[in-house]
């Protein structure tokens, strides 16, 4: 059922677009059927339940934190962890760039924004985010890798609305490329279970689906 869901998803998605499933809260025998269904990407928002999944699971597997990342659990997921899309202070950016010198890699990271009608209180604003780039701190940062920005739309079914705050996240993607000016920063993940058609439509690259994929929560 899991593989069959996941099929119907990647079916109607336009090649370039990559699917993230979201199996925070499911157990591991899920994340299993989906992985022999062929899906390698896979998102988590807990440090410690992600670790166990990890250390369960195929080493193939690409996971993706998109929950709030203390600076204190960095260390944790450092050493596998494919990207990071919720990095929301210059701080935490410094823990992972010294987290990646200690691991002797380069962590891809997304800046995640925060819209103003979205539940979650997380996430940057065009300024903080612009602050972030322009820093001598983050110039010199050689162990973390902006690759584009990561955002939640508000919970609503109104189309006009949602559009209206991809477009808005679109926008924000296009400073963060300019001002990075870094090439390869051309991520753009929005989109969600209930959302995820008008947000490809409106540009994004990455979506993050769970309740779809694996049921609800
Ligand atoms: C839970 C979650 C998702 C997936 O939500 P669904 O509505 O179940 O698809 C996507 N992104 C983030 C950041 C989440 O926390």
Not at 37 to 43: D, E, I, K, S
Not at 104 to 133: P, S
Not at 189 to 208: H, T
């Amino acid at each position: 059922m899991i593989g069959a869901n996941i099929h119907k998803i990647v079916e109607e998605i336009p090649p370039n677009v990559n699917l993230v499933a979201v199996s925070k809260t499911k157990p591991i025998s899920m994340l299993q059927d989906a992985y022999n269904g062929g899906q390698r990407a896979f998102g988590e928002n807990k440090v410690k339940e992600m670790i166990a999944k990890h250390e369960a699971l195929p080493k193939d597997i690409e996971w993706h934190f998109i929950g709030h990342l203390q600076s204190n659990k960095v260390k944790y997921i450092a050493p596998f962890v494919h990207l990071i899309q919720s990095v929301d202070s210059l701080k935490l950016l410094e823990v992972i760039n010294k987290e990646g010198i200690k691991n002797n890699r380069v962590i891809n990271c997304l800046l995640q924004f925060h819209i103003a009608h979205e539940e979650t209180k997380f996430g940057l604003d065009l300024i903080e985010a612009t602050l972030l780039l322009k820093s001598d701190s983050f110039k010199q940062m050689k162990n973390c890798n902006i690759r584009g920005i990561m955002g939640m739309a508000s919970f609503t079914t109104d189309e006009n609305q949602l559009r209206k705050e991809f477009r808005l996240l679109k926008s924000f993607a296009d400073v963060v490329k300019l001002e990075s000016g870094n090439s390869e920063c051309n991520i753009l993940s929005f989109g969600m279970s209930g959302d995820y058609k008008i947000a490809i439509d409106e540009g994004s690259n990455m979506i993050r689906v769970g309740s779809t994929i694996f049921g609800g929560r």
